[in-house]
């Protein structure tokens, strides 16, 4: 990161007591982290970032969808995506175990728009750019310092204890953003965590480099690949030759001859030929990772003085890469519905409860595609042989058009699936009676 508006240590941070002279505290400088602080910043708000690791950092989490275009646009992310070396992404697409695939979904046969063409991201590079995006439109980047808990004064939050080198601080202002990733940092410390039990599934991954691409506008698809009781690779392309290469599936499955994680990954490598063809001249470049049990909600989206925003709000298992385009976003909405309220003067609770209502509307759709995928009685080739006008409906939920009326394609995935209904949390942790009375107006 570049030294402008980002400090190693507190001096335009505060002062001897550590205050913060700042609007809004933002907790981490992921994807969801650095949206909110750049459209705070654009629209003159004081912002800081406490970001916990020093920039560019690992992380997983490759593929975007087209309608992360819209955000990132938003904050002047575009041109500089463009300048990048990142690889083109142009469509998805599904392998059976047996080597065929499916038809792609070329985005821009169903979207007349620059944004169907999107992007496959190394992500410490696209993190890095991000949050560099956020500091040249004024918010300040507070690096290597790690939030230890939320500082509560009778429920309404005013800020974060802070480390950095050693040294242990508050940080205050009206306002903090949990974008803090998937450990739920609020989320965690309000006993806020909901884990969705029906989705906790473990992901292996690694990378290799010298695998098989396929050519033309496919060279950059992702490739969704089968294996046995619903488990599934992914097979994404990145630059300098390399692919991201992961597999999902149920814990008993993966771990049923031992825990040895190359091993597993060797042998489900082995029952995909698609897989096992295109990465056969490639080899692995990347220690092997594993993380399980990963889908949940918090229970609620913000408290007094608090809203959550990106995957410290809500994780989605990452089967239609819909990670990066929730994070961005919440942490757009969140940044607007903040400003409101500063606006207003009034941080509580309440001021958020649209701001929740409208993200988990999106959400929930792609969660209901989650779970059409992961049921026995659903394929993708079944419902369009059966409702072929659905294809566009299908295809705008794969881009991440999530503000669309999907009623009709859900009806029609109930005929193989379960849907399941909405969750009926995820909005402001209000009292009951300002529930009600906010409800009535
Ligand atoms: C196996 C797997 C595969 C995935 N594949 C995809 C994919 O292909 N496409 C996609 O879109 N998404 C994918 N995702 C999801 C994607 O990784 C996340 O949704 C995305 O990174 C969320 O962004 P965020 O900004 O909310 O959180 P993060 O990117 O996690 O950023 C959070 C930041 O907060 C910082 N932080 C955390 N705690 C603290 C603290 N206490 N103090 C200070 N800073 C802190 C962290 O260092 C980090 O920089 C995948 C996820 C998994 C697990």
Redesign the pocket.
Known sequence: MPESGVNTRGSTVGNGSHGCDCDVLV???????ATAAAVLAQMGRSVLV????RFP?Y???????PYCYFPLERIGMIEKMRESSFVKKFSVQFASMDGRVSTPFYFHQHFDHPAAQTWQVERGEF?RMMLENATEKGARVLMG???KRLLLDDGRCNGLLVEQDGEIFPLRAPVTID?????G?AATQMGWIVPDPHLNKV?I?TYYRGARRDSGYDEGATTVAYLPDKGWF?Y?PLANDTVSL?VVAERDYLYRDGKDLDAILKREIQANRWIADHLEPGRPCEPTRV?AE?SYRSRYCAGDGLVLA???FT?LD?VF???????LTSGEQAAHAVDAALTAGDVSAARFETYGADFCRGLEAMRKLVYAFYDEGFSFGDLLKRHPRLRGALTDCLIGNLSEDFGPLFKAVEEFARVPPPLLYGGASIEDSEAAALSNT
């Open positions: 907790l981490g400088g992921g994807p969801a982290g406490v970001e916990r690791e950092r992380k997983v989490g490759e593929s975007l969808l993190d310092a790690t939030a974008c803090g990733g998937r450990h940092f992901a991954w992914w994404i992961g993380t990963y990106g995957d410290a994780f990452p890469s819909s990670g990066v385009l929730l994070a």
